[in-house]
């Protein structure tokens, strides 16, 4: 995948969002809730309840959209007895997990770099033109 990023002039990915899954993922992760979400599960596995009180500002109903989302993209497993009034439990797979490393390599990555993005950041504020709609 790397080679074809430093010798394709194309999208490596496609032009087609809907049929990327490299997008699809970013979009997932890259949600409001996603990564919270994944943190909490790294190396547990968490009751419904636990992880709403564990991130602060989610609703039950984005928490419940966010779990929705991350298990149909085979990140995480839902589990109970099914007795009515049960406890769900949930824990990343072994996908969700694989996922984890990579984000944990790009959160260690984003503190080294932080600085630097910052003062990039204010660099182009500082210098750059004026951006005008047409």
Known sequence: MLRALETSAED??????????????????GGRWALDVI????????????LERAIPGISRRMLTLTLRG???????????TG??????????????AG?????????????????QIYAARDEFDRTA????TR
């Open 12 to 29: 490596p990915f496609g032009p087609d969002e809907t049929h990327c899954p490299i997008r699809e993922l970013l979009a997932r992760v």
């Open 39 to 50: 943190v909490q599960l790294v190396g547990t596995t968490r009751h419904f309840g636990d």
């Open 70 to 80: 991350l298990e149909r993209d085979g990140l995480l497993s839902r589990s109970s």
């Open 83 to 96: 007795v009515a009034g049960d406890r769900v439990f949930y824990k990343l797979t072994a996908l969700g």
């Open 99 to 115: 996922l984890a490393v990579h984000l944990g390599a790009l959160s260690r990555w984003s503190q080294r770099a932080r600085d």
């Open 129 to 132: 033109e004026p951006f005008e």
